[in-house]
């Protein structure tokens, strides 16, 4: 198995954590793919054909690819596995993928303003009025 295959079997885990979230696999939700080293030009040209927006990483040694698409086990074992034998047709390094979460853990309350202490004046001359 290639390293790139890999990243099929290690995508259990984060959607593992997705349905821990809560979330619904049925979501289109934002999804970024990371690719490193060979043939960039054939590989975009390749994700360009499958509806992929990609642009090259910030230094140039690589390419992201991403698109609005649905994940889950489905997803897994046919588009990402896609990805994966797509990369090692180029020589590349397919580093990974990331998705937003479109039901996102609920934020802590915010903690209530406190009282401001009275200071060294307020103290020896009183409040103002």
């Not at 998705?99 to 009275?118: E, V």
Request: hydrophobic share 35%.
């Amino acid at each position: 198995m290639s390293e790139n295959l890999k990243q099929v079997e290690w995508a259990l885990a984060t959607l593992k954590v997705f349905e821990d979230q809560g979330e619904d696999f049925g979501d289109t939700r934002h999804v970024i793919h990371f690719f490193y080293g060979g043939n960039f030009s054939a590989l975009s040209a390749a994700l360009d054909e499958l509806g992929y927006t990609v642009r090259p990483t910030a230094d140039d040694d690589g390419v992201i690819a991403e698109r609005y698409e649905a994940i889950g086990e489905g997803w897994r074992t046919s588009t990402l596995l896609h990805l994966c034998e797509l990369a090692d047709s180029y020589g590349v390094d397919y580093d990974g993928w990331e998705a937003s979460m479109t039901r996102q853990p609920p934020t802590p309350a915010p903690i209530p303003a406190q009282p401001k202490p009275a200071g060294w004046a307020s103290k020896l001359f009183g409040k103002k009025k």
